[in-house]
Each structure stands twice: as structure tokens, then as C-alpha cells.
């Protein structure tokens, strides 16, 4: 690609947009993913872990639809992936890990933390994709409404009972918002 290439500032602004929008998105629920099969490989290995473990593969389960259904958009719209990918993996793992190795309730706190990043991101773009991509934003809001559901799971289970609750919701969601931010671009 040479310099003649590359667009003007503000040339083909909402085709970037959007590519960045599906890239991030695509990022979060392969985070997700990796959150969710971490805390799965400490309760599927804990007895008595067995509910905590069913419920997380169900939530699981619906971030890997998520995922499909961003595999497929980024294939069809030609939108390239994160970099960050494989470091998401590792982190999202980790996260996952450790917090179910701190218990149930420190890995329903990482689940409402991060549903709840999850959830304002999507209420922003669906704003935003308003009148811009009708594709885009009715798997926005069906997947907002999902990660409400998975937020509200995890408050019933006990998260704002965690050990440090405050803290450790904080440091999430921090960490949440600084993946989607470096997602969009890289």
C-alpha cells in the first residue's frame, strides 16, 4: 500500500467506524469466552463447584453464539481482527482463573463487572449505529440484552459479595474499558 492509498482525514469515517465497532465487539465476546473457560477449568476441578460450573458453561454458551455471530460479520465485511487476540486470550483466562480460585462470588463479581462494561458499550453503539446500520445494531441490543441477563445472574449468585468487592469490580471494569479502547484501534 502506498501513501496514494490511504484515505484523506475524514474519508470513509463511518466505514471505520463500524469495522472498528465489529472488531472490538468481536474482541469482548472472544474475552468473554476466555473469562468464562478459565473460571470453568477451577470449578469443574473443585467439588461441590458443580452449580457454579453449569451456570458459567451457560453463560459460556451464549458469548460463543456471540462470537459466531462476529466470526461471521468480520468474514462477510471484510473487518480485520484485534492484534491483541491472543493476549486477550491469555488475560481473559487468567482473569477467569483467578477469580474463581478467589471463589464463587469474586467470579460473579468479574461477571457483573464485565457485563456491565459490556452492556453501556452496547447501549453506546446501538445509539450511534441509530439510522447507520440496521444489521449491526439488532445484534447489538439482542446481545445487550443478554449480558443483562448474565450481569443480573451473577448478582443473584452473590458477586457484591465478594471478598473486596469495590475494589476488585473497579480494577475489572478498568481493565474492561482500557481492552475496549486498545481493541478498536489495533
Known amino acids: 500500500m502506498t501513501s496514494a492509498d490511504l484515505p484523506f ?21 472472544y474475552g468473554a469466552v476466555q473469562i468464562y473457560r478459565g473460571q ?3 470449578f469443574n476441578r473443585i ?11 451457560e453463560m459460556e454458551a ?24 491472543p493476549l486477550w486470550r491469555v488475560a481473559g483466562f487468567g482473569l477467569g482463573a ?11 463479581a468479574c461477571t457483573e463487572a464485565v457485563e456491565e462494561v459490556i452492556e453501556e458499550h452496547y447501549a453506546r ?9 440496521s444489521e449491526l445494531k439488532r445484534v447489538v441490543d439482542r446481545f445487550r440484552e443478554d449480558e443483562i441477563g ?8 452473590g458477586a457484591r459479595d465478594a471478598p473486596g ?5 473497579a480494577l475489572i471494569k478498568f481493565g474492561c474499558r482500557a481492552a475496549i479502547r486498545i481493541s478498536e484501534k489495533i
Open 47 to 57: 467439588e461441590g463447584k458443580a452449580h457454579a460450573a453449569r451456570l458459567i458453561a
Open 9 to 29: 482525514p475524514g474519508e470513509n469515517v463511518r466505514e471505520r467506524r463500524i469495522a472498528e465497532m465489529i472488531r472490538v465487539d468481536h474482541a469482548g465476546e
Open 125 to 133: 453503539q446501538s445509539e450511534a449505529l441509530a439510522g447507520v446500520d
Open 40 to 42: 470453568r477449568a477451577v
Open 98 to 108: 483467578a477469580t474463581a480460585l478467589m471463589g464463587e462470588k469474586a467470579a460473579h
Open 62 to 85: 451464549g458469548e460463543q453464539e456471540h462470537l459466531k455471530t462476529f466470526d461471521r460479520m468480520i468474514a462477510e465485511r471484510g473487518v480485520r481482527p484485534t492484534l491483541m487476540a
Open 165 to 169: 468487592y469495590p475494589v476488585l469490580s
Open 150 to 157: 448474565h450481569k443480573q445472574t451473577a448478582i443473584e449468585q
